[in-house]
């Protein structure tokens, strides 16, 4: 024969006023939009790139922490290259990847490594990480 005892619940509800639950959600809100701003969002301007003797338009990037600059400008029809330099340890960041190129790039820490792209007709390329969650853009006029 068992004895069933009755237990009181190991917490209690405590009504909130309704200012206070409005408060709450719209806190959670914005705490929401800031975080798709900070991940999504913009990055600056971004830089144009040189060109070098041959005529092969360069920019370098820092990795660390994200790409720095994360906008690339560049003109259509010539060759890019790009010189990635990674200070980051983070292994997400340890490969960029060029999707419409069908390109990555495994990026080791404390060099700076270079990926040459053909020449592209004008549009937006976006490259990421290995994890798709650092992000960047290859904008060609």
């Known amino acids: 024969m068992m004895l069933h005892v009755a237990t009181a619940p190991l917490w209690r509800t405590i009504p909130q006023p309704p200012a206070v639950q409005v408060l709450v959600v719209a806190a959670g ?4 939009a800031a975080e798709l701003w900070w991940f999504l969002g913009p990055r600056g ?13 360069e920019i370098s990037i820092t990795v660390q922490g994200g790409y720095t600059p994360s906008r ?11 010189r990635f330099h990674r200070t980051d340890p983070s292994g997400c960041v340890a490969q960029v990847i060029f999707p419409d190129f069908q390109r990555s790039l495994d ?21 990421h990480c290995g994890m798709n969650m650092v992000r960047g853009s290859l904008e060609v006029e």
């Open 45 to 57: 301007r971004g830089v144009t790139a040189g060109e070098d003797g041959q005529g092969v338009q």
């Open 107 to 127: 990026l080791p820490l404390g060099a700076t490594t270079s990926i040459d792209l053909p020449p592209c007709r004008p549009g937006v390329y976006p490259f």
């Open 72 to 82: 690339l400008h560049v003109k259509a029809g010539r060759p890019v290259r790009l």
């Open 29 to 32: 809100l914005v705490l929401i």
